[in-house]
């Protein structure tokens, strides 16, 4: 269980702090606005009523205890830089922030965010992936050229074996599961036989995944 610290009831801070508290850790929030933290009364359990633009404040949150603090202000980025900066000073140890602009995003990673949520790019260039090739049915991106794919079995794989295929020497992915009618199978065995009803969870870079689909 982590400790865990949500600065801002929008939308995505509430969603952040929802998410980690249904998996056990241990969250608190805290928003300067009483209208939020009513809103969001019934769903999470520890909220505070503060100003986290003020250091008086974030000491008496006892930040460098916690494993995790997530920046959720939403537009206002002087206010979230400003917190940013005061929760490194004072011994935070793994800060996320979101931002709504390029340029927010490496002002942050700059200024001590050790993560940058730009929810408006990440999804865009999901969607842009997922929507573009007709065989890619889901991404997650590891990073500027890695990912993890699911994929239409190609129609050359069908009937063959991982081990015959030879399939990471020979296509330069990992294979790490299958999936069909949404039951997934994890770590599939090299005598696995490729199937047309299944897709597979792939990892590689995008080069190798994109001729890959192409084949």
Request: hydrophobic share 45%; with cysteine; charged share 30%.
């Amino acid at each position: 269980m982590k400790s865990v610290l949500v600065i801002g009831l929008g939308r995505f801070g509430t969603y952040m702090a929802r998410k980690m508290q249904a998996d056990g850790h241990s969250v608190m929030c805290v928003d300067m606005s009483e209208e939020r933290a009513d809103a969001a009364v019934n769903v999470l359990h520890n909220i505070e009523i503060m100003d986290c633009r003020e250091e008086d404040v974030i000491r008496t949150l006892g930040v460098d205890n916690c494993d995790l603090c997530v920046v959720a202000i939403g537009d206002d980025f002087q206010t979230t830089l400003e917190i940013v900066v005061l929760l490194k000073d004072l011994g935070a140890r793994r800060v996320i922030a979101r931002a709504s602009r390029e340029i927010h995003q490496k002002l942050l990673l700059r200024n001590g965010a050790d993560y940058v949520v730009y929810a408006e790019k990440d999804m865009a260039e999901r969607l842009a992936v997922r929507f573009g090739m007709d065989d890619i049915f889901d991404y997650i991106q590891l990073s500027e050229d890695m990912g993890v794919y699911e994929i239409r079995t190609p129609e050359n794989w069908i009937g063959k074996s991982v081990a015959q295929l030879n399939v990471r020497a020979a296509y330069h992915v990992n294979i790490l599961g299958s999936k069909r009618d949404d039951l997934l199978t994890p770590m599939i065995a090299p005598d696995y036989i490729f199937n047309p009803e299944d897709s597979l969870y792939v990892m590689g870079d995008r080069k190798h995944i994109r001729k890959l689909v192409h084949n």
